[in-house]
């Protein structure tokens, strides 16, 4: 490609995203299926990282690292679904030049991210069976909160380079993008003249960066199921077979859909295949993640019941306190008896259901 084409005018100044087309009937019933779905990602990761936060007993280097990993999730899943669900509703369906390489910039930067946080999470686990006497020695504060930080920005730096080479593409027309997202595939294109070395660079960073990040993940995980065979206690080896499941359930759906989609992005797979691979990495998966770890963790299903339970009691000490003002701002008015009488039954029936709770939580911290 020569220097004038690269200079040419951008005159596409928005795209439309074509979404899933369809009668207004379904996409009114897309919006419903994909809110629901987008509420529930944001409840269960949301409830892992308020879990790793207050429950002591989780502030340990993996569960730090799950807590940070669920937190990627929910900005990972928010870069695209909310604009996928105005797009249900909207007859325009458009999203300016600028908004369309933001979004395409931060989805796929928080997907690399995810990414080097799985390898992350091997190498720990690696460290804790293969080297359990010299894990506390070796994983300190200092290095765990190194590796945090190093897996949320790493993604950012390294997607600079494939951002800014697609954007220069010239964009002269048609605008539309068959897609719910602005995904590089389409972007490149949609662009006027054929880029092969933009196409070989973008494919190549993506080429290296998922089979190095997976043969990273399989080798460390190798090691692990070769120190856990080894082990002698049958508790110890369903513990960690459990753990490494959970994580390698994970890499599975999250390597094995992208793997897919981008090493080979001129393959030319139907667009609605594309639809439903890209569907699946950036919806489904953030969504199964927080079952996949908190039905196969103990210590992780018993912080979750416990922060249910803590959010119960604080609020019916609300409605206790709120029914407790409630009474004596009618009782300084002057409130008719029968009006006082009701306010006055409403506090008791929730000091009962506070008194039976506190000795509910008691007997079962007793336990």
């Known amino acids: 490609m020569n220097v004038s084409s690269r200079e040419t005018t951008q005159y ?10 369809s009668r207004p009937e379904m996409q009114l019933l897309y919006f419903g299926l ?8 944001l409840m269960g990761n949301t409830a892992i990282v308020c879990a790793v936060r207050w429950d002591q007993r989780l502030h340990t280097p993996m569960y730090i690292l799950l807590g940070n990993f669920s937190l990627l999730e929910i900005c990972y899943v928010t870069t695209t679904v909310p604009n996928m669900l105005a797009n249900f509703l909207s007859t325009s369906k458009s999203i300016s030049f600028v908004s369309c390489f933001a979004q395409f910039y931060f989805f796929f930067s928080l997907g690399c991210d995810e990414g080097f946080y799985l390898c992350i999470m091997a190498f720990d686990r690696y460290l804790a069976v293969c080297r359990p006497l010299h894990y506390p020695r070796i994983m300190t504060k200092q290095l765990y909160t190194g590796l945090v930080i190093f897996g949320w920005s790493c993604g950012f730096v390294l997607f600079l380079t494939p951002v800014v080479l697609i954007s220069q593409l010239p964009f002269c027309g048609p605008n539309i993008i068959d897609h719910f997202m602005c995904d590089p595939v389409p972007l490149m294109m949609l662009s006027c003249s054929e880029d092969t070395t ?34 002698p206690s049958a508790a110890s080896k369903r513990k960690a077979f459990s753990t490494c499941a959970s994580h390698l359930t994970v890499v599975t759906l999250f390597f094995g859909s992208v793997t897919v989609m981008y090493i080979s992005p001129g393959s030319g797979r139907p667009v609605e295949v594309q639809k439903i691979v890209a569907l699946f990495y950036s919806v489904i998966t953030p969504l199964c993640n927080p079952l996949i770890y908190s039905l196969r963790n103990k210590e992780m ?14 609020l019916v000490f609300q409605l206790y306190d709120g029914k407790k003002n409630l009474r004596n701002t009618y009782e300084d008015k002057g409130a008719p008896g029968a009006l006082k009488q009701l306010v006055t039954s409403n506090m008791e029936l929730v000091f009962k259901s506070r008194t039976c709770l506190d000795v509910s939580v008691k007997g079962k911290m007793n336990v």
């Open 12 to 21: 596409v100044s928005h795209f439309i995203l074509m979404g899933f087309p």
């Open 34 to 41: 994909f809110s629901v779905a987008y509420t529930l990602t």
């Open 198 to 231: 933009t196409q070989f660079i973008y494919s190549t960073f993506n080429a290296i960066f998922m089979i190095g990040t997976f043969l990273f993940i399989l080798c460390s995980y190798a090691l692990v199921i070769l120190a856990v065979l080894k082990m």
């Open 301 to 314: 299903k018993n912080a979750l019941r416990k922060y249910v339970e803590m959010k119960k009691e604080n």
